[in-house]
């Protein structure tokens, strides 16, 4: 079944790529603010240097606006490739649907395809969002982190 679904990013794959690979530049800048501010702490404020705090803050700064240029561009990756896949998965279903014999009509009833066709493909469009994003997000901050 999970064959059958990865079919379905065809031409949304560099998107799919793209996703992880800024989630984790992310993750780096992310990480790199408390160590920048620790250094901020020790060498600027501990020490009454003011140039020094200026250099830090401005440098914690720049990682935070690269951090959310990342994670924006991340989110517009994920959306451009769920919304693919789901595209590609309503329009597998219905070719499916399409070559069902009048005997396999009869079985499903057209709210059920409806629903399939609607509330399910979403469900997964979500889901494979949330992999190529959080699931990604989530373990590599913890390896960053250590």
């Known amino acids: 079944m999970l064959k059958v679904l990865l079919a379905q990013i065809k031409e949304y794959k560099a ?29 600027g404020i501990n020490k009454g240097d003011m140039q020094t705090t200026w250099l830090y803050a401005g440098f914690m700064l720049l990682c935070a606006i690269i951090a959310l240029v990342l994670g924006g561009l991340s989110g517009k990756y994920a959306a451009a490739a769920s919304c693919g896949f789901a595209k590609n998965l309503r329009d597998a279903e219905f070719r499916n649907i399409q070559n069902f014999a009048f005997e396999d009509m009869d079985k499903y009833s ?36 250590l």
């Open 15 to 43: 998107d799919s790529i793209k996703t992880p690979i800024l989630v984790m530049g992310e993750v780096v800048f992310d990480i790199l603010i408390p160590f920048l501010m620790a250094r901020l702490v020790d060498d």
């Open 110 to 145: 057209t709210g059920g395809l409806i629903t399939r066709m609607t509330t399910d493909v979403t469900n997964l469009q979500m889901a494979y969002q949330m992999v190529i994003r959080v699931a990604v997000r989530t373990p590599f901050m913890m390896l960053a982190s």
